[in-house]
């Protein structure tokens, strides 16, 4: 089965910095998510990365899944209060023909104002 | 476009009760996923459903975990009896699914349960 590994697992910046996320797949990744989850609710979809290099971007995120597409990095610039939560990378496995989603650990974001 | 709806958001029970969790996905998303997500860590595939049938629940604890999916559409997730370890909260997603595509699934606010 695939694992995920995050890093780090918790994070506090200041407002303003930046900061990168890491996800590092045991197997050749052929799609990639980040969601974002606040404390004991639902994921919100941010980012799906298919391609080795892909770098895709949304307001002040961006992710990128390496040519090798065994790791993938998500990148915050100018952090803010409200890009605090818990960032989580899945991805995508086959079984019996059917897309199957796991996921990592998460990595817990503050930001202090 | 309305989202995944999943009700309770919080369920408080004793140890050995029963609790049912209901999920209603997108309309027109054949692939449906309950996920166990215990505190500090990242969402555990329990069930997924393609339509109205069973594709993986390897990781279901069958023995007390229990999951249909009628007609295709909602889901009913349930645990009987319950466990200590069973506190955790339970997500439900969906996706538009099929074979060879990649897509994102999109989660419901998820059920908060409280076994005591």
């Known amino acids: 089965s695939q694992e995920l590994e995050q890093s780090p697992q918790s994070l506090i910046v200041q407002e303003g910095k930046n900061l990168t996320i890491n996800c590092t797949s045991s197997?050749?990744?052929?799609?990639l998510y980040w969601y974002k989850q606040k404390y004991g609710e639902g994921l919100i979809f941010l980012m799906m990365?298919?391609?080795g290099g892909e770098e895709k971007s949304h307001e002040k995120i961006t992710a990128k899944l390496d040519e090798k597409k065994q790791q993938s990095s998500l990148h915050i610039t100018a952090s803010q209060p409200s890009h605090a939560g818990i960032y989580l990378c899945?991805?995508?496995?086959w079984g019996g023909g059917y897309q199957k989603v796991t996921f990592g650990t998460g990595t817990k974001l503050q930001v202090i104002p | 476009e309305a989202g995944v709806a999943q009700s309770p958001r919080y369920k408080i029970i004793e140890k050995r009760q029963s609790v049912a969790f209901w999920c209603n996905p997108i309309?027109?998303?054949?692939?449906l996923y309950w996920y166990q997500q215990i505190l500090g860590q990242g969402p555990k595939l329990l069930i997924q459903f393609q339509n109205n049938g069973v594709v993986d629940d390897s990781q279901l604890p069958k023995d007390r975990f229990s999951a249909e999916r009628l007609k295709g559409v909602d889901s009913t997730l349930k645990i009987q009896p319950a466990k200590l370890e069973d506190s955790a909260v339970y997500l439900c997603a969906s996706s538009l699914g099929g074979t060879g595509v990649n897509t994102e699934a999109f989660f419901g606010q998820g059920t908060r349960l409280t076994v005591v």
């Open positions: 197997k050749t990744l052929y799609g």
């Open positions: 309309s027109g998303h054949a692939t």
């Open positions: 990365l298919q391609k």
């Open positions: 899945g991805a995508d496995g």
